[in-house]
């Protein structure tokens, strides 16, 4: 009995594989490219609410190929559906370079980086830790800086009590999987060495 529990609690582990998208919005979740002849199509699937709005094009920007810096080529991506809490964005340029593609893409001002293999296989996407925009052909404004005499400030105040740390949701269900299993396994062997010794 305890291994159909088992067997439903690994299920439910398996459901809970897109957590980490659980906090946002609106975020890219994967990115494909297929290679032709003549054209490389990049595919991306974005997570969103249902009630979020997600623009009907964005634009990738191409930076490098074949780990070697290019001049970027800007693709523009138009949505090719949204449903149950997924959009699809699709493009094609020109082909070139053999293996990779990396750049950059916008998605409700969030920007991501992105590397994907030119073979059809899964490319990684993560959020950028440069948010500078994609489009800088706006407004540009000048700003002079003086310096600024610090204000002095007030030593932080001790936390009230011990704070837990943070742990991902994940890891305590892997974790209670592993218990689970142990104590099943010794309970097992304790029942069959009862047994043996019974008879």
């Known amino acids: 009995m305890w291994r159909v529990l088992l067997l439903a609690f690994l299920f439910a582990l398996l459901g809970l594989g897109t957590a980490a998208y659980a906090d946002c919005n ?17 595919t991306f699937t974005a997570r969103v609410d249902d009630n979020t709005v997600l623009p009907e094009s964005v634009v990738a920007v191409v930076m490098q190929v074949d780990g070697n810096r290019t001049k970027c080529l800007n693709t523009t991506l138009s949505k090719t559906s949204q449903a149950h809490g997924f959009a699809v964005y699709r493009g094609s340029f020109g082909a070139f370079g053999t293996y ?9 001002g969030q920007i991501y980086e992105f590397t994907v293999p030119l073979d059809g296989k899964p490319g990684k996407i993560d ?4 948010q500078t925009p994609l489009n800088r052909n706006g407004l540009r404004v000048q700003v002079t800086a003086a310096p600024v005499t610090p204000a002095p400030t007030i030593a932080p105040a001790a ?14 269900i892997g974790g209670a ?3 689970v299993t142990i104590v099943g396994a010794y309970v097992d062997r304790r029942r069959a060495l009862a047994r043996s010794l019974a008879g």
């Open 100 to 108: 990779t593609h990396s750049g950059r893409i916008d998605l409700a």
């Open 159 to 172: 936390p009230a009590g011990t704070e837990l740390p943070n742990v991902n949701p994940t890891y305590l």
């Open 177 to 179: 999987v592993i218990l």
């Open 127 to 130: 959020v950028a830790k440069d």
């Open 26 to 42: 609106s975020c890219f979740t994967s990115v494909f490219a297929q290679r032709t002849s003549t054209n490389i199509e990049l």
